[in-house]
Each structure stands twice: as structure tokens, then as C-alpha cells.
């Protein structure tokens, strides 16, 4: 019986927002994020945030452990809050064969950190460095994701989140160093441009949320704006090369937006063709709908072909596959 207390005191609070957070993900359906939430979450953390970063020395200095125990644990519940806000919107718009999977992970290995209190406290609160970054990566997570919806396109979105994500750090690079407001202000400014540059070349690696494939099907046709004698997963070279293909897609974007989207066509792993489509304009509920057709092939054409979706900077919102047989 005092095993059980035990383990109820540790972890029974951490099981039971583990459930919270299932039930949130896979029982209610969200959509899209609320921005209003989202912003909500962001200002109350950043703020929580920098007066712990300032204030944290004196209140410890004045034996205040519990206050900032508790201004600890207010900011592992909001980025706990704003992580699970945000997945879903990553998971619909993440390629698993794709690298983008990796971001996906890491957000869902944070939120899984942030929801288990012993792990949190063992793993991130005694490193200052490693809750700076669970910080900013929540920070950037979440930005990316809200900015789209008031029609910033994903890269302009990526590309501010980074450099809003680093310079949200200032309080606790100014306390850290001892350092003036001008000298932190600084710091953090050349970490944002280095951020900023990175994730602008690590694009293909981060999901376009919260841009999602709604829609892929790879058809002989298209009649009415609808596919026709779409294919289940092979074609033969002869009826391939008689009718042709057209990879068919409607693409989910938040009302406002207007995205540039490209089809990639490649051949194992050579690329045979890239085509440009018409922008993608959001608010639609079953996504924006176009295609690419393709008659011309080379003439070896059997194995594994795929297509990506992708905006036109290069992030990959979904890929469609089909096998050419002899």
C-alpha cells in the first residue's frame, strides 16, 4: 500500500495529464489550432519566463525555493499546454519517409519530457542550457505554426520564428552573463540571424505545418475537377506509357494564406521532372485541389516512381507513390 502512495505522489499526477494529453490529441478533434490559444500561451511564457530569469538569484538568495519551484513548473505546463496545441497540426503535415519526421519526434519527445514531472525535473530543470533550449524550441514550434494562420507563408513564418524563438532569450542571456540589456539584446540578435539562417537551410527538415496533404491519389484522368481510374499502387509500363499519369492533390492551408506548390517527379532517386502549380489559396475545407499530368517518360520506366508536394521553397508536404511494372 505505501508503494502504491509512493508511486502516486511521483508520477500519478504525470500519468494523469499523459492521459489528458492522449485524450486531447486522438479523441477531440481540433483542426487547426486556436490562434487566440496559441498567442495566449506564447505571451504567458515568455513572460513567466523572463521574471524567473531575473528574479530567480534573489528569490533563491531569500530562501524562496518554492516560488521558484512554482514559476518552474508554471513555465514546463505551458510548454507542455502549447506543444499539445501544436502537434497535431505537425503530424498532418509530416512526411514519415521523409526527414521532416525528425522534427516531429523531437516535439513529441519534448512534450512527453514536459508531461512527466520526475523526468522534467531529473533531466531539464538542473541544466539551465537544456530548459533554455526546450524553451526556444517551443517558442519556435509554436510561431511557425501561428503565423501561417494570419497568412504569413510557411518560409516567412519559419524564418521569423527562428529569430523571435532566440531573441525571446534575452532576459536569461542577460542574467546569465551578468551583462547590460544593450549587451544581451546583442548576443541574442546574432544568434537570431545564425537561427534564422539555419532553419532557412534545414527547410526541407522541418514540416510546412500547418499546411497538410488532404487529398493524394495518382489517376489516369482528371474529369470535373475529379480524379479518374485512379491507380491502387502499380501500373504497367505499356498502359503507362499509353494514357499517361496525373498525380492528382488537394493541399489544406489556413483561410488567408496563399502558397506556391510544386510537384517533384522522380524515378528511384533521380529527379525526371519538376512542375509548378497554381498557388494554393487556403480556407478550403477539403483543401485546394490541382494536379500535374505526365505522358513523356524516359525509356526505362519500370520500378519505383514518387511525387513529391512541396511549397516552392522546398518543404515537403506530402509525397505519392506508385510502382511501374514490365
Do not use: C
Given at each position: 500500500?505505501?508503494?502504491?502512495?509512493?508511486?502516486?505522489?511521483?508520477?500519478?499526477?504525470?500519468?494523469?495529464?499523459?492521459?489528458?494529453?492522449?485524450?486531447?490529441?486522438?479523441?477531440?478533434?481540433?483542426?487547426?489550432?486556436?490562434?487566440?490559444?496559441?498567442?495566449?500561451?506564447?505571451?504567458?511564457?515568455?513572460?513567466?519566463?523572463?521574471?524567473?530569469?531575473?528574479?530567480?538569484?534573489?528569490?533563491?538568495?531569500?530562501?524562496?525555493?518554492?516560488?521558484?519551484?512554482?514559476?518552474?513548473?508554471?513555465?514546463?505546463?505551458?510548454?507542455?499546454?502549447?506543444?499539445?496545441?501544436?502537434?497535431?497540426?505537425?503530424?498532418a503535415s509530416t512526411t514519415i519517409t521523409s526527414p521532416n519526421v525528425l522534427f516531429l519526434a523531437l516535439l513529441v519527445a519534448l512534450a512527453l519530457l514536459a508531461?512527466?514531472?520526475?523526468?522534467?525535473?531529473?533531466?531539464?530543470?538542473?541544466?539551465?542550457?537544456?530548459?533554455?533550449?526546450?524553451?526556444?524550441?517551443?517558442?519556435?514550434?509554436?510561431?511557425?505554426?501561428?503565423?501561417?494562420?494570419?497568412?504569413?507563408?510557411?518560409?516567412?513564418?519559419?524564418?521569423?520564428?527562428?529569430?523571435?524563438?532566440?531573441?525571446?532569450?534575452?532576459?536569461?542571456?542577460?542574467?546569465?552573463?551578468?551583462?547590460?540589456?544593450?549587451?544581451?539584446?546583442?548576443?541574442?540578435?546574432?544568434?537570431?540571424?545564425?537561427?534564422?539562417?539555419?532553419?532557412?537551410?534545414?527547410?526541407?527538415?522541418?514540416?510546412?505545418?500547418?499546411?497538410?496533404?488532404?487529398?493524394?491519389?495518382?489517376?489516369?484522368?482528371?474529369?470535373?475537377?475529379?480524379?479518374?481510374?485512379?491507380?491502387?499502387?502499380?501500373?504497367?509500363?505499356?498502359?503507362?506509357?499509353?494514357?499517361?499519369?496525373?498525380?492528382?492533390?488537394?493541399?489544406?492551408?489556413?483561410?488567408?494564406?496563399?502558397?506556391?506548390?510544386?510537384?517533384?517527379?522522380?524515378?528511384?532517386?533521380?529527379?525526371?521532372?519538376?512542375?509548378?502549380?497554381?498557388?494554393?489559396?487556403?480556407?478550403?475545407?477539403?483543401?485546394?485541389?490541382?494536379?500535374?499530368?505526365?505522358?513523356?517518360?524516359?525509356?526505362?520506366?519500370?520500378?519505383?516512381?514518387?511525387?513529391?508536394?512541396?511549397?516552392?521553397?522546398?518543404?515537403?508536404?506530402?509525397?505519392?507513390?506508385?510502382?511501374?511494372?514490365?
Amino acid at each position: 500500500m505505501s508503494g502504491a502512495l509512493t508511486w502516486a505522489r511521483r508520477w500519478g499526477v504525470s500519468t494523469a495529464s499523459f492521459v489528458g494529453g492522449l485524450l486531447t490529441l486522438f479523441v477531440f478533434r481540433r483542426g487547426l489550432p486556436h490562434l487566440g490559444w496559441i498567442v495566449g500561451y506564447l505571451l504567458l511564457l515568455w513572460l513567466v519566463f523572463a521574471v524567473l530569469a531575473e528574479a530567480r538569484q534573489v528569490l533563491e538568495a531569500r530562501g524562496h525555493r518554492l516560488v521558484v519551484s512554482a514559476g518552474d513548473y508554471t513555465v514546463q505546463s505551458l510548454v507542455h499546454g502549447l506543444l499539445l496545441f501544436v502537434l497535431p497540426a505537425y503530424w498532418a503535415s509530416t512526411t514519415i519517409t521523409s526527414p521532416n519526421v525528425l522534427f516531429l519526434a523531437l516535439l513529441v519527445a519534448l512534450a512527453l519530457l514536459a508531461t512527466f514531472d520526475p523526468w522534467y525535473a531529473g533531466l531539464v530543470r538542473p541544466r539551465p542550457w537544456l530548459s533554455h533550449a526546450v524553451f526556444a524550441v517551443t517558442l519556435f514550434a509554436s510561431l511557425a505554426v501561428a503565423l501561417p494562420l494570419v497568412g504569413i507563408p510557411p518560409i516567412g513564418a519559419l524564418v521569423m520564428s527562428a529569430g523571435l524563438a532566440v531573441m525571446a532569450l534575452a532576459p536569461a542571456v542577460r542574467r546569465a552573463g551578468e551583462r547590460t540589456w544593450t549587451a544581451a539584446l546583442g548576443v541574442t540578435a546574432g544568434g537570431a540571424v545564425a537561427a534564422m539562417v539555419a532553419v532557412v537551410l534545414a527547410r526541407i527538415a522541418i514540416p510546412p505545418a500547418p499546411i497538410s496533404l488532404a487529398e493524394a491519389t495518382m489517376a489516369r484522368s482528371v474529369e470535373d475537377g475529379e480524379p479518374r481510374d485512379a491507380i491502387a499502387t502499380s501500373i504497367t509500363a505499356a498502359a503507362l506509357r499509353e494514357s499517361g499519369l496525373v498525380a492528382y492533390t488537394a493541399v489544406y492551408a489556413p483561410s488567408g494564406l496563399r502558397q506556391p506548390i510544386r510537384h517533384v517527379w522522380w524515378h528511384g532517386q533521380r529527379r525526371v521532372e519538376t512542375v509548378s502549380l497554381s498557388p494554393v489559396f487556403g480556407g478550403r475545407q477539403r483543401g485546394f485541389r490541382t494536379y500535374s499530368r505526365k505522358t513523356v517518360f524516359p525509356d526505362d520506366v519500370t520500378g519505383r516512381w514518387t511525387v513529391d508536394v512541396t511549397t516552392s521553397t522546398g518543404q515537403l508536404i506530402g509525397r505519392l507513390g506508385f510502382l511501374v511494372t514490365p
